[in-house]
């Protein structure tokens, strides 16, 4: 394995871990786990979620050392179900499911493309997913029953075009958001109201069908228009979370994303200097995350 390809992904894995962090930080969020509650979630809590995080660090540096010693695909894919397994032994439901997908996905195609472009990176995804495919059938899960009986391409879909809610959604949502909202907050509200506008998301497809994945594409246009015309969008996340509890909606997919999609700006060096630039408004939390 190319030495400097290999630091690359190191750094990237390093980036997507605090990226995960950041989502679950990020409060308000309508129906998922954040620092108030755990959303329609009642098996998952802020605990439990902090807990699985290091737990995919510990599955980045299996799959970093397997990288380095050139291992097949085979092995990745070994190393990623084995973490799969283990959270579910762990934690006794998914917590991060997506998340370790997308994760080992993005780090182990930076390592074998050495990409220095996002335009690159998805090029590398796509080809890698494609052969990740290739290998052996998904087994069932909601996902899968939800892709057949909807015909939507969830995550699988996703990976296989190269990301396209990371690299054509996400990364300029960010850039928008800085741009019309001037503050990082702010911005990964506007990242997420963008996502909740494009995912197909299994998770609020299973939860309450074509009518849930609706619910987040409407939700989402009205944040963005909010966020761009300079209100303030507290009050009604937080009332919007409580609808999506009551729904029992949600949108796992939108939030491994959106954490995939922070640790990405953070590896590029995006995060940062917009943070460094500015003031940050709202609670400031150890590691600079914000609570609005
Ligand atoms: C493909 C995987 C993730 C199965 O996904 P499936 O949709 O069948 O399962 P399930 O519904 O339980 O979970 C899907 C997860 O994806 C997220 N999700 C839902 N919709 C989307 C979407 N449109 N885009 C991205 N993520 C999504 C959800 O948060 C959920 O956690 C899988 O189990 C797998 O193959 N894992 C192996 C991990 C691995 O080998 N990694 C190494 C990579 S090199
Ligand atoms: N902050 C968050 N809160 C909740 N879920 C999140 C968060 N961040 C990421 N996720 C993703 O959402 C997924 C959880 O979705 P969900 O609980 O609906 O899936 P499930 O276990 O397949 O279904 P169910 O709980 O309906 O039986 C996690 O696996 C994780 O990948």
Redesign the pocket.
Known sequence: MNLSHLLQAEELAEALVEG?RR??YLTP?PG???LWDN?S?R??DLEM?DASIELIEEYQHRLLEALRRDAPLKTLVAIGQDAEVGMFKRFG???????IFLCGLLVAAQARSGAREPAQLSAATAELAEEFFALGQVPP???KKVRQRFGRGGIILEALRGLPALFQTALPAWRDGIALCGDPAEAGFFVLARLMQQVEDT?AL??CGELGLARLRQDGRFLEAALSSGRSVRQHLTLLNEEYCQMNL?M??V??LL?VAFGYLEYRGELKAEERAQRLPGMALPGGYVCL
């Open positions: 995960l989502e679950l969020k998922l786990v954040d959303g979630h098996d998952l979620m439901t998914n917590t991060h499911k997506g998340a899960s909601h996902g998770t299973h939860r949600t796992g997919g939030a491994d954490g």
